[in-house]
């Protein structure tokens, strides 16, 4: 496992807001995207500083540091996405998909610590008013990190009312004032990836904005109130406890080269599902002339096209090459984990089939 490194915990801390900062914390360390632009989670950030754990990063100027303990994984993803109603499921007016036909292949975990400060400020608002508090979650890997605190807009606003006007200038909107946290960024900040990227579509005629919706589909619905309780209960529902010997959970230095492997693997299942069409295609009409449009996908999630007119038949033998050197080069860069975890996979399956007949 890998962890930021803290650069020192104030002397004010105060943990009696542990349980509902827990929330805070796990949310932070789970995503690269808490509004429009987050840090936490951010491989080119993060990844630079993260150390091995090690238990002397419990001491941090002379201080001690508390790990919260993971309480959710990624891999009840698929099961959440299914539960989604089909109204729930749609990205925009042309662009839908059904819940229950969503498959994963195959999810990983990286677990990530993200050193925050837990801060708790009391404040007084005049001597006719109740004292309140305002508990803050602040990154403390770098110097100008999220913070993440109680969203104290109603409270500000209503007191802004009582004491000077009436007027409703300073009403908040609602969208605002339902939040229960409010994540700040520094005023340098520079902007931030969002928690979730799409690179690839297999439709035929995939539309350029498809990949930008569906990222901000998944990061208004990761995001929205109460989404993390909703699916950590799901996840205890389904009996899928945290587990670090799970084979999928790995050391989040081999981010990078994963990320690679998968460029690779998405050509190969590009080259197979278009080779499944024009196979159907050449099925019906053989020998037709057809206008060809082929993309590869490189490292960076952009595409080269190249087209012309070509015989069904030649483009098959053309594709089939393409798909074998690919299938090569993915084989290539295949985590050796990732083959002991296909092969129990179909070890499993073959149990199954074999209990079944």
């Not at 949310?27 to 951010?42: N, P, S, V, W």
């Not at 670090?244 to 080259?271: C, M």
């Not at 993309?295 to 190249?306: C, P, R």
Request: include cysteine; hydrophobic fraction near 35%; proline fraction near 5%.
């Amino acid at each position: 496992m890998a962890g930021a490194h803290a650069s020192g915990v104030p002397s004010n801390m105060d943990y009696r807001r542990t349980r509902k900062c827990e929330i805070l914390a796990v949310e932070a360390g789970r995503r690269e995207h808490q509004a429009d632009d987050a840090a936490c989670l951010l491989p080119t950030i993060h990844l630079k500083t993260a150390l091995p754990f090690g238990e002397e990063l419990r001491k941090q100027n002379d201080a001690d540091v508390l790990c919260l303990p993971y309480t959710a994984t990624p891999f009840a993803l698929t099961e959440a996405a299914r539960t989604l109603s089909f109204s729930d499921a749609m990205v925009e007016e042309d662009f839908r998909f059904d819940p229950a036909t969503l498959r994963s292949h195959l999810i990983t975990a990286y677990p990530l610590l993200i050193p925050v400060y837990l801060l708790q400020y009391d404040a007084d608002p005049g001597a006719d008013k109740k004292p309140y508090s305002v508990t803050m979650v602040v990154e403390a890997s770098q110097p100008q990190g999220t913070v993440i605190t109680e969203n104290v807009l109603p409270l500000t606003s209503r007191l802004f009312r009582e004491s000077v006007s009436k007027n409703s200038l300073f009403d908040i909107p609602e969208e605002l004032a339902g939040e229960e946290f409010m994540r700040v960024l520094p005023w340098n900040s520079p902007m931030r990836e969002s928690f979730a990227r799409a690179t690839c579509f297999s439709n035929a005629k995939p539309k350029d904005s498809w990949k930008a919706q569906l990222g901000e589909w998944v990061d208004d619905r990761a995001r929205a109130a109460g989404a993390m309780a909703r699916y950590a209960q799901l996840q205890v529902s389904l009996g899928q406890a945290v587990d670090f010997d799970d084979i999928r959970v790995r050391d989040v230095g081999e981010a990078p080269a994963f990320t690679e492997y998968l460029s690779k693997e998405q050509n190969v299942l590009f080259y197979r599902h278009t080779m499944e069409r024009l196979q159907h295609i050449n099925a019906r009409t053989k020998n037709a002339e057809v206008e060809v449009e082929v993309f590869e996908l490189s490292k960076d999630g952009t595409s080269k096209t190249q087209n012309g007119s070509s015989a069904l038949e030649s483009v098959l033998q053309s594709m089939k090459e393409q798909l074998s050197q690919s299938e090569a080069v993915m084989n290539k860069h295949k985590p050796e984990w990732l083959k002991e975890w296909e092969a129990r996979q179909k070890e499993e399956a073959e149990k199954e089939d074999s209990d079944r007949s």
